[in-house]
């Protein structure tokens, strides 16, 4: 029998005890027990999933309703921005021209502007084997006839169209007077005047006729091929222009990265105070390697894991992620100097999403161009072994207080529900939930 004040004793040791244990300082101090203590936590791509996206079936399924004998005129599509970019626009223009009745000229790939070269859509894609799977979509030609091929086609803008325009109301009257006409598609087409061999033009266009040139596809095994088995691609993303324009506050960063943020900031001044924390739990900050690490971890990723890190040049703060994850490569290292210094950004994009398509799993730690094109590819190989990155549950969540091991479990719980149900990746229109 204890006496009253021994067992308060007792009783207050035992809660110090789990309070030490359980309050591991900081999220990214990686204590060695907050490692250990969830090692019984399966890793998170053995879940068994409840819902998938997969290629829908009026896409798949359905034969093309029979092209238009006559042609209304000849488009080319003119796109801007980084590959991954510039092909999403691409294919909202394939969908675009049938829609029209239009001939498809190849599009124009407006890569000086942002890459600061010019490789155009030839070097990247393999032109005719996207002639030959839009066979019965639409019609594409190299060569325009002799009688417009000297012409520049007829600007039509469609940013300044407001709301949600239509196509065929708002564009179709300057394709029928110029007969050659380029455009830069705008997402803001009415979706109810969108008929479905539209809709299946833009999906064949996007996810089944856009291969890479023959050289890229080997010089992309070359290097898928370096990477030790089985791998990981993480797309991480924090170099100081994204960084700059999130208009994000970081603290405990190099004053080698803060002079780069700065440098690329411009007028674009970063949230403070509560203005902050409110951006910061809507999931507008990208994650530093640091968090990715941590949050990794939560997710039972192995530290020995392989990963290829799909990454420009820039990145910031590297030391964060792979102080913990050794084994992550970078293709800087993997190419031969010859062959990475003589690299367009765009070929080395290419490459990245090369790998990634074909990757064991992929986690990217932000959600745009690339990882959408990337999950979707993904999906039609069925590799599901794809996530993203919650930076709106890691913001909320460390707001909330929570460290150490119950800022792990959290986090655990969010992408795990998100992994499980197919959350957090919504494919395009192209893709319908399946349930398995
Ligand atoms: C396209 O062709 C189809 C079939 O020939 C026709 O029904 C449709 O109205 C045409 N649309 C346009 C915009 O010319
Ligand atoms: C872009 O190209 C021009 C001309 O070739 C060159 O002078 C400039 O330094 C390049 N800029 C960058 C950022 O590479
Ligand atoms: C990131 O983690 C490293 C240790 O791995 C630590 O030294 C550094 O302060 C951390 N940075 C931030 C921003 O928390």
């Known amino acids: ?8 004793i007792v009783v207050l040791l035992i809660v110090s005890l789990f309070l030490i244990l359980f309050s591991s300082s900081s999220p990214f101090s990686g204590t060695p027990y907050s490692i250990t203590s969830f090692s019984d936590r399966p890793e998170i791509w053995s879940l068994r999933r409840v819902v998938e996206w997969r290629p829908c079936k009026w896409w798949l399924q359905q034969p093309p309703s029979p092209l238009p004998a006559h042609s209304n005129g000849y488009i080319r599509v003119d796109c801007y921005g980084g590959l991954n970019q510039m092909r999403r626009d691409f294919c909202d223009g394939v969908g675009i021209a049938r829609l ?99 809709k299946a033009t833009l999906c064949q266009a996007c996810y089944t006729a856009l291969r890479l040139t023959n050289s890229l596809e080997k010089k992309g095994l070359e290097l898928l091929q370096a990477i030790p088995k089985p791998f990981l691609s993480l797309h991480l993303r924090f170099e100081p222009d994204m ?57 039972s990723v192995p530290t020995n894991t392989n990963i290829y890190l799909a990454a420009g040049d820039g990145l910031m703060e590297l030391e964060g992620l792979t102080s913990v994850y050794t084994n992550a490569v970078r293709k800087s290292t993997l190419l031969s100097d010859e062959d990475f210094t003589s690299m367009h950004g765009n070929t080395k994009a290419a490459l990245d999403y090369y790998v990634s398509i074909n990757s064991d799993y992929y986690i990217a ?50 992408h ?21």
């Not at 190299?142 to 086609?153: G, N, R, T, V, W």
């Not at 990265?257 to 900050?285: F, H, Q, T, Y």
């Not at 599901?384 to 890691?394: G, I, V, W």
Request: glycine share 6%; with cysteine.
């Open 243 to 299: 960084v700059a324009y999130s208009q994000c506050e970081y603290f405990g960063l190099s004053s080698t990265s803060l002079k780069a943020i700065e440098a690329a900031r411009a007028d674009r001044k970063p949230w403070a105070g509560e203005a902050s924390r409110i951006w910061r739990n809507r999931g507008k900050c990208p994650l530093t390697p640091n968090e990715t690490a941590l949050i990794l971890q939560a997710l």
């Open 416 to 436: 795990r529900d998100d992994f499980v149900m197919s959350r957090g990746s919504a494919l395009s229109d192209c893709f319908c939930e399946f349930q398995l």
């Open 1 to 8: 029998m204890l006496k009253k004040p021994l067992l308060s």
């Open 100 to 198: 029209l009745n239009a001939t498809l000229v190849l599009p124009k790939f407006e890569v000086a502007a942002y890459w600061n070269e010019s490789s155009g859509f030839a070097d990247v894609f393999d032109v005719d084997y996207f002639i030959q799977e839009m066979n019965g979509y639409v019609k594409v030609v190299k060569d325009l006839p002799a009688d417009i091929a000297s012409k520049e086609p007829f600007r039509v803008d469609c940013s300044k169209r407001k709301g949600r325009f239509d196509y065929v109301e708002s564009v179709l009257p300057a394709l029928l007077e110029h007969r050659y006409i380029s455009m830069t598609p705008a997402m803001s087409q009415r979706r109810d005047r969108y008929p479905l061999h539209g």
């Open 365 to 414: 730690t932000y959600f745009g161009n690339m990882d959408k094109m990337v999950a979707a590819i993904r999906a039609m190989k069925g590799l599901y072994k794809t996530l993203f990155l919650s930076r709106r549950a890691f913001a909320v969540f460390t707001s909330q207080g929570l460290r150490g091991e119950r800022l792990m479990e959290a986090l655990w719980k969010a």
